[in-house]
């Protein structure tokens, strides 16, 4: 009676291959968990319900009188800096027709292009159809940036 025997060579691929697929199911494992765990772990800062604080830039580089649009995806604003050194942030939209503003460094005012809606630098309506006051934001600085916090 003859015995069936694998050859020595067959043996080895095999018990490599076996290996092979106890490392790759070993490495997705570590992968899986690690996912779950990333999901479960609470988030290191707390977001304030949507609150957050955009960086404008350096306040040195902020001259006094100046204003500056800041093409933010979501709130489009202007931040002024005074004569008197105020820091002053305004929505940059119309609350007429969503029309972009434009400053008007002459008269201290934003100026709407579409329609000709004035506003002062508290966001109030001088002149022109726009039913509401601009949306004003708060801002701070921090080590020399000034931060508008958009909510």
């Given at each position: 009676m003859t015995r069936n025997t694998s050859p020595p060579e067959q043996i080895k691929r095999r018990s490599f291959l076996q290996r092979l697929l106890q490392l790759v199911m070993s490495l997705w494992g570590v992968g899986i968990i690690g996912v779950i765990t990333a999901y479960l772990r609470p988030p290191r800062t707390l977001p304030l319900m949507g609150v957050t604080d955009f960086r404008v830039g350096p306040l040195d580089q902020f001259k006094k009188g100046e204003a500056r649009f800041i093409p933010?995806?979501?709130?489009?604003?202007?931040?002024?800096?005074?004569?008197?050194?105020?820091?002053?942030?305004?929505?940059?939209?119309?609350?007429?027709?969503r029309c972009i503003l434009r400053w008007d460094a002459d008269r201290g005012e934003l100026v709407c292009p579409c329609h000709g809606g004035t506003f002062d630098l508290n966001g109030n309506v001088l002149i022109g159809p726009?039913?509401?006051?601009?949306?004003?934001?708060?801002?701070?600085?921090?080590?020399?940036?000034?931060?508008?916090?958009l909510a």
């Open positions: 933010h995806a979501r709130h489009p604003f202007w931040v002024i800096r005074t004569e008197r050194d105020q820091l002053i942030a305004l929505s940059a939209v119309c609350t007429h027709l726009p039913p509401r006051p601009l949306r004003t934001f708060e801002t701070h600085v921090r080590g020399g940036v000034i931060y508008v916090r």
